[in-house]
């Protein structure tokens, strides 16, 4: 089993048992260099070396109009601001499309749902994935109407593209999946997974500059270190982020 599987509500799993197939990610952009970095190194670009996902970054450019292969235009209606065409995307989807299902195909945009930890770990159990980035002053909306199944936003504010969204969504998945972290119990264990904060964490030395680490995690009894990393995980969520224990 899908190790988050125990910690989802109900409404946060669509497939009924996870399948050990390799996931997929395939993201649009018309800036792929900016995906270079986040994608190729720490967890994610292990997780890739190791073939537990494959991350395909594709150019939109590919499908542009004319000599200067143009992806965008000006927006009816005046404003300013560069909007990305219908027919480059449309084209770029399809041929994805051709080749495998996708079980999402999302939008990374402003107003779209908010991205949170149970989004992520519903996210972590999907075989193949598109997700498209806007830029300039976003996408056509025809694209949204009849071609996305999603829009995901990493928050309230608005970035220059969606790309470095698409990074955020692309890390909080694929660290989920069984494998990419080797102990696996550490991704259970960060924040959200189980509606809380982390407690806090330390390492050696158990002593700086007279800052010392709490005594009872030198204790070397494990119930009680449990015990007091529950108890600080609490007070730290009701004191920090007191509307997730509302949810
Ligand atoms: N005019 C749009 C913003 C465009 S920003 C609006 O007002 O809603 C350009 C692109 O950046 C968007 O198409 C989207 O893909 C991406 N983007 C910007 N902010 C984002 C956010 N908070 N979450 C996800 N994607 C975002």
Redesign the pocket.
Known sequence: MHPFQAFMPAKHIFKASYTSEKMRIDIITVLPELLESPLNNSIVGRAQKKGIVEIHVHNLRKYGKGPRQQVDDYSYGGDA?MV?MVEPVYMMIQELKSEREYDEVI??????E??NQGIANELSLKGNIMI????????DHRIREHLITRE???????????????A?LADAIVRLIPGAITDETSALSDCFQDGLLSPPIYTRPAEFNGWKVPDVLLSGNPRLIREWQDEQAVERTRRLRPGLLDD
């Open positions: 601001g990305l939008y990374m945009s402003p107003d779209g908010i991205l498209l980035c806007g830029h300039y002053k976003g996408i995901i936003s990493v928050g309230d504010y608005v970035l220059s593209g969606g790309e470095i969204p698409a955020i």
